[in-house]
Antibody, heavy 117, light 109 residues
Framework: QVQLVQSGAEVKKPGSSVKVSCKASGGTFSSYAISWVRQAPGQGLEWMGRIIPILGIANYAQKFQGRVTITADKSTSTAYMELSSLRSEDTAVYYC??????????WGQGTLVTVSS | QSALTQPASVSGSPGQSITISCTGTSSDVGGYNYVSWYQQHPGKAPKLMIYDVSNRPSGVSNRFSGSKSGNTASLTISGLQAEDEADYYCSSYTSSGYVFGTGTKVTVL
């Protein structure tokens, strides 16, 4: 059974960076893309980008280009999402999800990132 | 990329059927048969209910069905049950990634 376990909640200052991890188990990590999706309080879902671990290639939503970096470590079956130049509007729950075909099939439990001075 | 348009809320009585629409453009919903639907209960991660417009993952009730016509996709929940009360989001593949819908709150009266 595929399971994605994310790192714990973070509180960050405006202008700083945050790096969230997502450890996969129960499947072949490298063969599936991992997407990152965020959800601001009371708001909808927003796709940020994804990586295909076996290729090491990531692509990002235009909104986050230049501010987000998604990486993957095949040796530990862990994906990472780093968001820089944080502002209050980045306060959200960040989810990782394993892609299947053209959808997000399995989801992590979410990581709350709070940006506050 | 603009969010796909969904009604803010839909309600129905137990046993009834409801339909949620998801309207996009020819660059997303209308251009690909890669529309998904997710159910999200408060404080929980989204759960995949429908993928590739009308396919159900293993374990998802057959009360949930999906369809698409032109730039609009739809999710129908038949035999509405109390546990169906949740937020629902559509999603579509696009040439630059994915775009989600604005979300619909389903209330079981």
């Amino acid at each position: 059974q595929v399971q994605l376990v994310q790192s714990g909640a973070e509180v960050k200052k405006p202008g700083s960076s945050v790096k969230v991890s997502c450890k996969a188990s129960g499947g072949t990590f490298s063969s599936y893309a991992i997407s990152w999706v965020r959800q601001a309080p009371g708001q909808g879902l927003e796709w940020m980008g994804r990586i295909i671990p076996i290729l090491g290639i990531a692509n990002y939503a235009q909104k986050f280009q230049g501010r987000v970096t998604i990486t993957a470590d095949k040796s530990t079956s862990t994906a990472y999402m780093e968001l820089s130049s944080l502002r209050s509007e980045d306060t959200a729950v960040y989810y990782c999800a394993r892609d299947f075909r053209w959808t997000q099939e399995y989801w992590g439990q979410g990581t709350l990132v709070t940006v506050s001075s | 990329q603009s969010a796909l348009t969904q009604p803010a809320s839909v309600s129905g009585s137990p046993g009834q059927s409801i339909t949620i629409s998801c309207t996009g453009t020819s660059s997303d919903v209308g251009g690909y048969n890669y529309v998904s639907w997710y159910q999200q209960h408060p404080g929980k991660a989204p759960k995949l209910m429908i993928y590739d417009v009308s396919n159900r993952p293993s374990g998802v009730s057959n009360r949930f069905s999906g369809s698409k016509s032109g730039n609009t996709a739809s999710l129908t929940i038949s035999g509405l049950q109390a546990e169906d009360e949740a937020d629902y989001y559509c999603s579509s593949y696009t040439s630059s990634g994915y775009v989600f819908g604005t979300g619909t709150k389903v209330t079981v009266l």
